[in-house]
């Protein structure tokens, strides 16, 4: 009978080289879905911030409805653009993402007159 003292250097080097390939794999995709994962984390709050300055000139009448102004959240520079379209106050939002693209999102709101 055959005596067996462990692994040899063989096993061992395809063993490291199957290991390494699969970190190779892994560590790339870690980082994307950590950037997508901002990205969406980021869209959510601009949107909700959208739509709580649609709201603001829904309810308040002496608001200007048409207006453009920017600000900085999250290291990031938001273009907001509120106007009127008809019997609609249209409101975007636009951003660089995560990714830096170029990015924009706009909300409808009924105004009651």
Known sequence: MK???????????VSISIILMLASLAIP??????????KLS???MFIQ???DELQHI????????NDNFTRKVRNRELSF???????YQK?????????????SHC?????SK
Request: net charge positive; with cysteine.
């Open 3 to 13: 005596k067996s003292n462990g692994f040899t250097f063989i096993e061992m080097l």
């Open 29 to 38: 995709i870690a980082s994307k879905i950590k950037a997508e994962r901002q």
């Open 42 to 44: 980021d869209t959510r």
């Open 49 to 51: 911030l959208l739509h």
């Open 58 to 65: 829904l309810y308040d009448k002496e608001r200007k409805t």
């Open 81 to 87: 653009s509120l106007y009127e379209e008809g019997v």
């Open 91 to 103: 409101g975007c939002v636009s951003w660089k993402n995560a990714v830096q693209k170029q990015e």
């Open 107 to 111: 909300l409808y709101g009924h105004t």
